[in-house]
């Protein structure tokens, strides 16, 4: 699954370690999202949809 | 490793390295004092020492592993697949050996080669979400 979560990071000026923290998960697990290697949870998904105020969808595509 | 797990897991984690080196001088201590004590009331207590310790580093992997993000829980959730099977493996092929001659397995083996092989299949599934 693809994504454009470092886009939208980027936007907003943070690190992956500084997302992963107010996800409450690793820098590890945010590069993993970004490269497409790791698919996050739904409840991860939703707080990240939450996060940067867009739906799942249009931050997740096949 | 530990630098990447947040403070409870990396707290767990030390844990249960602290159990693990006691654990090692419970065997030790064990094979220096089995031979001493041969009386039924030694023997006992002296041949479960290690298990204490062990069971303790046991609780604290798990709470470890629990207090981790998703994705490394998922990555030691595969490490301990793949130590399952690499363990069985081992097992079942020294077993069906014996039966040709090979020494029978030694039991207290099997969890320090669970743990190793934990280790080795978490390092493995790790490089793929790099």
Redesign the interface.
């Known amino acids: 699954m693809e994504n454009i979560i470092k886009n939208l990071r980027g936007d907003n000026g943070w690190t992956q370690g500084e997302l992963g923290e107010q996800l409450g998960v690793s820098r590890q697990t945010i590069n993993a999202i970004e490269k497409g290697k790791y698919d996050p949870s739904l409840p991860l998904a939703f707080k990240l949809s939450k996060l940067f105020g867009m739906p799942i969808e249009q931050i997740f595509t096949d | 490793m530990t630098e ?3 403070p409870t897991s990396k707290k767990h984690m030390v844990r249960f390295g602290i159990y693990m080196v006691i654990y090692v001088f419970a065997i030790m201590g064990m094979s220096a004092l089995r031979g001493q004590y041969t009386d039924t009331i030694y023997i006992w207590p002296i041949a479960f020492m290690p298990v204490v310790p062990c069971f303790l580093a046991l609780l604290e992997s798990y709470w470890g592993v629990m207090a981790m ?4 829980r ?1 990555v030691h959730l595969e490490g301990v697949f793949i130590s399952a099977f690499a363990t069985g493996f081992v097992t079942f092929t020294w077993g069906m050996l014996s039966n040709a001659g090979v020494e029978p397995f030694e039991l207290a083996l099997v969890l320090p080669m669970l743990i190793g092989f934990w280790g080795i299949g978490t390092a493995l599934r790790k490089r ?3």
Do not use: V
């Not at chain 2, 993000?69 to 490394?72: A, F, G, Q, R």
């Open positions: 990447k797990l947040n993000d998703e994705m490394m998922r793929a979400y790099e």
